[in-house]
């Protein structure tokens, strides 16, 4: 099982590589730039040579690139959603440039639109960004917690979404167990796994689902309210990932930890947690 932490590109991707190691990630998600902000710095094509060449050296794999906070793809505001379908090309780019496999993107919101409305805005954007740029990297739609505004908080909506793309196939889907178990899908017991795993099935398919964001939430089941906390401590607890991790259906899958970093301490406390509930 590949189980690693996103991790901080501070000083450079090939420190970001260094940290997931020390740390002992056998996959690992960064940000290619700052997350907060529009402006991009070119890449260091020294750093770009190191950071690959050192995740080949610890078999550090997969790598999901996360897209920029600031995009939304489901903006009702014009400038903005033409900004976020540009901004959605250059985080593409930047993900293949640094030879990782997968774009991780959020769908987006735009409080008082209807779902529908979202779902076939957001449709029109990745349809845009594809023909601007034709992905070599896979894309993957991470499920929401179903906040105001949100949309991609059922896997029917995700799917709608893939539905209507002019070419899905570099498509597919990173699920955040925080997110949905706030949105309703329920992982505290080997049962509700079960139902899990058919309903990604049944919506965008098992085979389409190439990663997972590994998160305990702080908030209660079908909050829709998205607060990450560490493995085994909130509301979905260690029967819920005892079940999860071993589960037959996602035991293979690549799973990246955005637990909380709040002392030094927090990162080495999951991966323990985690690597005791494997079996």
Same mark, same amino acid.
Request: with cysteine; hydrophobic share 40%; charged share 25%.
């Given at each position: 099982?590949?189980?690693?932490?996103? =991790?901080?590109?501070?000083?450079?991707?090939?420190?970001?590589?260094?940290?997931?190691?020390?740390?002992?990630?056998?996959?690992?998600?960064?940000?290619?730039?700052?997350?907060?902000?529009?402006? =991009?710095?070119?890449?260091?094509?020294?750093?770009?040579?190191?950071?690959?060449?050192?995740?080949?050296?610890?078999?550090?794999?997969?790598?999901?690139?996360?897209?920029?906070?600031?995009?939304?793809?489901?903006?009702?505001?014009?400038?903005?959603?033409?900004?976020?379908?540009?901004?959605?090309?250059?985080?593409?780019?930047?993900?293949?440039?640094?030879?990782?496999?997968?774009?991780?993107?959020?769908?987006?919101?735009?409080?008082?639109?209807?779902?529908?409305?979202?779902?076939?805005?957001?449709?029109?954007?990745?349809?845009?960004?594809?023909?601007?740029?034709?992905?070599?990297?896979?894309?993957?739609?991470?499920?929401?917690?179903?906040?105001?505004?949100?949309?991609?908080?059922?896997?029917?909506?995700?799917?709608?979404?893939?539905?209507?793309?002019?070419?899905?196939?570099?498509?597919?889907?990173?699920?955040?167990?925080?997110?949905?178990?706030?949105?309703?899908?329920?992982?505290?017991?080997?049962?509700?796994?079960?139902?899990?795993?058919?309903?990604?099935?049944?919506?965008?398919?098992?085979?389409?689902?190439?990663?997972?964001?590994?998160?305990?939430?702080?908030?209660?089941?079908?909050?829709?309210?998205?607060?990450?906390?560490?493995?085994?401590?909130?509301?979905?607890?260690?029967?819920?990932?005892?079940?999860?991790?071993?589960?037959?259906?996602?035991?293979?899958?690549?799973?990246?930890?955005?637990?909380?970093?709040?002392?030094?301490?927090?990162?080495?406390?999951?991966?323990?947690?985690?690597?005791?509930?494997?079996?």
């Amino acid at each position: 099982m590949r189980i690693g932490f996103h =991790v901080s590109i501070s000083g450079g991707f090939s420190l970001s590589v260094q940290r997931a190691f020390e740390l002992g990630c056998t996959c690992m998600q960064i940000f290619s730039r700052n997350p907060r902000g529009w402006t =991009v710095k070119p890449f260091d094509s020294d750093d770009v040579a190191e950071f690959k060449k050192l995740r080949e050296k610890w078999d550090i794999g997969p790598v999901f690139v996360h897209t920029n906070y600031l995009i939304n793809l489901a903006s009702s505001k014009a400038d903005l959603y033409a900004r976020s379908i540009e901004q959605f090309v250059i985080d593409l780019e930047r993900t293949e440039h640094l030879g990782a496999e997968y774009l991780v993107t959020h769908l987006g919101s735009a409080s008082g639109m209807a779902p529908e409305w979202m779902i076939e805005r957001v449709s029109n954007a990745f349809n845009m960004a594809m023909r601007l740029h034709p992905p070599k990297a896979g894309i993957l739609l991470e499920n929401t917690a179903g906040e105001s505004g949100d949309v991609g908080y059922t896997l029917e909506q995700v799917q709608d979404v893939i539905s209507r793309l002019d070419d899905a196939r570099n498509i597919g889907i990173c699920y955040d167990t925080c997110h949905g178990f706030a949105a309703g899908y329920d992982i505290r017991t080997k049962k509700d796994v079960d139902a899990l795993a058919k309903k990604i099935d049944e919506t965008v398919g098992l085979e389409k689902l190439k990663g997972m964001h590994l998160n305990d939430c702080l908030r209660d089941f079908g909050s829709h309210v998205d607060r990450h906390w560490h493995i085994g401590d909130g509301t979905i607890g260690l029967d819920g990932f005892n079940a999860l991790l071993n589960h037959a259906a996602f035991k293979n899958v690549p799973k990246i930890m955005e637990t909380p970093k709040n002392t030094e301490e927090d990162d080495p406390r999951n991966m323990k947690t985690v690597r005791s509930i494997v079996k």
